[in-house]
């Protein structure tokens, strides 16, 4: 019997490291590592030791035998990328990371940010130096997209946060959560109490479509609605138009399709999670019937994850539609498509894409559409959103690449609720130089770069700041070690400067600026409360949605 990686799997390849017969692909140092859409177990290899899933932050792996009927076909999935990949061992003499000295003390480094990116960068430097970390975050709770950026139904994905959880219980790692740099303290003030900082803080702001209309109200981004069901403090207070029976999505990455699922599942399927309680209320008296997700390439360049894809084949109640005349292929992805060579997920994705064309539809069903080659040009209404126009697209070869040109065929949807999904957007830090047409703060693997391109001294990126948002959870680890590396081997060579304030003068000069710190007690205090509110209503959690709720929870 073989285990077998599922549609949970977050990337950070905590697995890899931990078989004892190295049949776990690809592996960090591969050049497909980060492209991959998920990690693959050999069946052939695999000695069914289980140590792979002692060591999965996010519970994705699983003996092919007890894989549930939604997961059933990984056991495909996986045997697959080894037909293309025929195993090859790589059982070099792994390299032990370098460790600073005993006698150049303790290593002080600020973290801010608390998504995963920080949190890799905060388990690998405690793992490796006597290391005192301060972690800020402007929100009274720590895990970033974990918390609020990951779908409710993908409570698996969220354990990713246990392990954090387990890593950070010593003093060594310290909240200052409610703290935000740049308003309760400044980068200079960060850099005179550490030897360091890294700024792990993701990318905040979104991508816009640039098309008349898109201001329009009941014309959201992505972002907003996401950060809404899931409780965000900043999006409580929003309000989305959900009378209408159909709701269009711009854009067909996995945002895209979690946006789909919410908008369609049953609300008592969703109230079985931690979905923000004004969001379940306001599902419960939805009237959308259909959800249109709108790609401007076609299905073979779609931005989804096949397992994301897969996976909606499972909703209970709702029809996943796609148009068989929408994957007619052009000549260069039909060639694509038949070299023998093609990725498994490639070929995945377009099979899946088939098998929805040809599935049943039952009318009481809800239904989610994905439209291809189709570019917006203009939300259209008067007062408020009333639909969409656009563009239908051919796929042309420039430059060796497909590209999406647009055609002189339109077409027009009527919808009451259009949300844009085509990318999140990195926001200068102040402080630092930031790349505006990349919107990351330009690096050397982790290091910041003046503009003269010398590497600023202490001043260190990590995760989607540093490489622009793209990958997943996992993808955060190996990111955050290649920083970490950089940050510990300034220390070693005495490049850092030593810290003039101690932890000490550190909490006393933020107590005099933010009453309402959050520290790690006020964390706890949270957690526990949110989770005891969810037992009682057989939940994970019940989260507290505004910051006064937060603050008052933190102070017991």
Known sequence: MAYVITQRCCNDASCVSECPVDCIRPTPDQPEFATTEMLYIDPDTC???????????????????????????????????????????NFDPIVPPQRPPKELGTLRVAIVGAGPAACYAADELLRRCDAEVEMFDRLPTPWGLVRAGVAPDHPGTKTVSGMFESAFRRETLQYYLNVEVGTHISHEELLGHHHAVIYAVGAASDRHMNIPGEDLPGSHSATEFVAWYNGHPDYADRQFDLSGERAVIVGNGNVALDV????????????????????LDALRGSNIREVVVLGRRGPLQAAYTSPEFLALAHLKGVDVIVDEAELELDP?????????????????????????????????????????????????????????????????????????????????????????????????????????????????????????????????VSGWIKRGPRGVIGSNRVDSEETV???VADFISGKLAAPQGDRGALKALIAQRQADLVDRAGWKSIDQAEKAAGKAAGRPRVKFTTREDLLKAARG
């Open 47 to 89: 000695i069914d030791c289980g140590a792979c899933v002692d060591a999965c932050p996010v519970e994705a792996i699983f003996p092919e035998d007890d894989l549930a009927a939604s997961l059933a076909r990984f056991r495909d999935i996986n045997a697959a990328y080894f037909e293309r990949h025929p195993l090859e061992s």
């Open 260 to 279: 789909a699922r919410v908008l369609t599942v049953d609300p008592d399927e969703l109230a079985k999670t931690d979905i923000a309680d004004h969001a």
């Open 332 to 460: 260069a992805s039909q060639a694509l498509l038949d070299d023998p060579e093609v990725e498994p997920s490639l070929q995945l994705k377009y099979t899946l894409a088939k098998e929805y064309a040809a599935g049943r539809r039952d009318p009481a069903n809800k239904r989610i559409v994905f439209r291809y080659l189709a570019s917006p040009t203009a939300v259209t209404g008067a007062e408020r959103v009333d639909g969409i126009e656009f563009v239908r697209n051919e796929l042309v070869e420039e430059g060796g690449q497909l590209v999406a040109r647009a055609t002189d065929r339109t077409d027009r949807l009527d919808a009451s609720l259009v949300l844009r999904s085509i990318g999140y957007r990195g926001e200068p830090v102040a402080g630092l130089p930031f790349d505006e047409r990349r919107a990351v703060v330009p690096n050397e693997h982790g290091r910041v770069l003046g503009e003269d391109g010398v590497p600023l001294p202490g001043v260190y």
């Open 485 to 487: 590396e950089q940050l």
